[in-house]
Nanobody, 127 residues
């Protein structure tokens, strides 16, 4: 198993930036495909960025493409989400998630595919 702890959320003005971090502990971090998901009030939890276990493949939702970047540092057991040019519609609780059920180049693009979750961190973007 792996335990995930997010940090880095907060309140930011539109156009600003935040970097979320997700620290993992437990089993070997490189064994997991990682993802960042978000859930706005009254909406479904959706994947905004995902990284395959090999880190070779990366996915971004259309709504964040060109503004968000997912990266991982296996030596530090940490995955990051750099968020630039933030918009009020980016306001949500952001979750880090992990899965080790798939092949090394697979990206989990649905919340149902993730087995392990962090507690979530609130990101609020004011207009």
């Amino acid at each position: 198993q792996v335990q995930l702890v997010e940090s880095g959320g907060g309140l930011v003005q539109a156009g600003g930036s935040l970097r979320l971090s997700c620290a993992a502990s437990g089993r070997t971090f490189s064994s997991y495909a990682m993802g960042w998901l978000r859930q706005a009030p009254g909406k479904e939890r959706v994947v905004v960025a995902a990284n395959s276990r090999s880190a070779y493949n990366t996915y971004y939702a259309d709504s964040v493409k060109g503004r968000f970047t997912i990266s991982r540092d296996n030596a530090k057991n940490t995955v990051y989400l750099q968020m630039n040019t933030l918009k009020p519609e980016d306001t949500a609780v952001y979750y880090c998630a992990a899965t080790d059920r798939f092949s090394s180049d697979y990206m989990a693009l649905s919340k149902k595919e993730y087995e392990y979750w962090g507690q979530g961190t609130q990101v609020t973007v004011s207009s």
